[in-house]
Every structure is written in structure tokens, then in C-alpha cells.
């Protein structure tokens, strides 16, 4: 039922380097978010978007930045990667009708070494 | 501010036993509530939900919540558990009213069901 696709689904990656988790919804969606997961913790909403152009921080301060170029895309960029940034990330979305259910992706295991 | 909190962060069960997954929550307006399931490898589905109908709030698979706002719960239950609900599962809540909508989320609890 859910079309929102992330990718991709396990990334193992050097300190330092530059990620770019992709997210995309063929659902014609205004709203987007992205949600950090750690082990046994409850999820943290870290960015979210109501529509083009339209990026905000979530609850959960992160280094990640976002952005919402095109409505199906919200892909999350971290420039320089650290171990910190191990987490499981996962993409939302849901429509405009206020109170709308989300549809989650199967998320992106982050390893960072 | 609202927040969630799942007692129990694993619960084990026979087949064919009742599921109790407790949530309590805390809102300073009247809160929307929600299951979610997260199966292995897969992303979360919305498994029910309250807001501000019915009290008792039936979802899929046979799960079922009764919000009960003297004690400011959301339980989940389960009549009789099947292989198939092992899984974890969240319960979150949001504001209720206005267009924003954000979810907190509780920790999850890890249903385990034994053959």
C-alpha cells in the first residue's frame, strides 16, 4: 500500500565523508518528515517539510539538512559523517487532510566507522 | 507538550494468549493517539487510532485501544495472539486541533509470541 521508498537500505561509510539518504513518495504528499531511530529509544522526529520549498528543524537537533526541491523528493544530506550519526533514519509522509495517517519507508541503517 | 510512555520495553506471549501493550500519555490539550507496528525490515504501519470519537478504537489485524482519559491511557490489546504479531510496536501521540502534525513517539515495545 505505502509507495515511499528509501534508499539506500543499509549504508556503511568512513568518518568524514559526505551521505545523501534519497526519499521519495509517488503519493502526490505535501507533507515529509524524517525520523532519527536508535535501538530500544523512541523516534525522533529531526526535519520535516509541508510542501516545496518548505523545510523546518524537528524536536531532535541534528546536523543533518534537508531539502524539498521537487514535492515526491526529500532527501537528507550530512556533509562531514561521524560515528554519532549511527542511527536507523526513517522518511514519512502524509497528505494534506490534516490528522492524515503517515506512510513510512523501510528506512536507512546508517553505520558510520 | 506531550509525551508517551510504553511500559514494558518487551512483552512475551503464548500463542493464542491475550496481547496487553500499555501506553500512557501525557497532553496539555486533548491528545490525538496512535499504534504503530514495525515488523522486521519493514517501515511502520498505522495499526489504529483515536481521535476524540469513540473511545474504543478498532485497527487491523484485530487490534483494538480503549482511551481512557482518567488515567490518561492507550492500551493495546489482542484477544488471542498469532505467530504473525511478533513485532514491535509503537504508540505516539500529537496535538489535537490545527493542522501541524507531528507525533511523539513512546520508546516501542517488542512483542515476542512463543508456539
Known amino acids: 500500500e505505502a509507495d515511499i521508498y528509501q534508499t539506500p537500505r543499509y549504508l556503511v561509510i568512513g568518518t568524514g565523508k559526505k551521505i545523501t539518504l534519497e526519499c521519495s513518495q509517488t503519493?502526490?504528499?505535501?507533507?515529509m518528515y524524517w525520523y532519527q531511530q536508535d535501538p530500544g529509544m523512541e523516534l525522533h522526529l529531526i526535519h520535516y517539510?509541508?510542501?516545496?520549498?518548505?523545510?523546518e528543524k524537528g524536536d531532535l537537533s541534528s546536523e543533518s539538512t534537508v531539502s524539498r526541491i521537487r514535492t515526491e523528493h526529500f532527501p537528507l544530506t550530512l556533509e562531514s559523517a561521524r560515528p554519532s550519526h549511527t542511527s536507523q533514519y526513517l522518511c514519512?509522509?502524509?497528505?494534506?487532510?490534516?490528522?492524515?495517517?503517515?506512510?513510512f519507508g523501510s528506512g536507512t541503517q546508517l553505520s558510520v566507522l | 507538550a506531550q509525551s508517551v510512555t510504553q511500559l514494558g520495553s518487551h512483552v512475551s506471549v503464548s500463542e493464542g494468549a491475550l496481547v496487553l501493550l500499555r501506553c500512557n500519555y501525557s497532553?496539555?490539550?486533548?491528545?490525538?493517539l496512535f499504534w504503530y507496528v514495525q515488523y522486521p525490515n519493514q517501515g511502520l504501519q498505522l495499526l489504529l487510532k483515536?481521535?476524540?470519537?469513540?473511545?474504543l478504537v478498532k485497527g487491523i489485524n484485530g487490534f483494538e485501544a480503549e482511551f481512557k482519559k482518567s488515567e490518561t491511557s492507550f492500551h493495546l490489546t489482542k484477544p488471542s495472539a498469532h505467530m504473525s504479531d511478533a513485532a514491535e510496536y509503537f504508540c505516539?501521540?500529537?496535538?489535537?486541533?490545527?493542522?501541524?502534525?507531528?507525533?511523539?513517539f513512546g520508546k516501542g515495545t517488542l512483542l515476542t509470541v512463543n508456539p
Open positions: 514519512a509522509s502524509s497528505g494534506s487532510g490534516g490528522r492524515e495517517k503517515l506512510f
Open positions: 503519493m502526490g504528499h505535501d507533507k
Open positions: 517539510s509541508y510542501g516545496v520549498n518548505s523545510t
Open positions: 497532553s496539555s490539550v486533548p491528545p490525538y
Open positions: 483515536y481521535t476524540s470519537a469513540a473511545t
Open positions: 505516539a501521540v500529537s496535538k489535537g486541533g490545527g493542522s501541524n502534525y507531528k507525533l511523539t
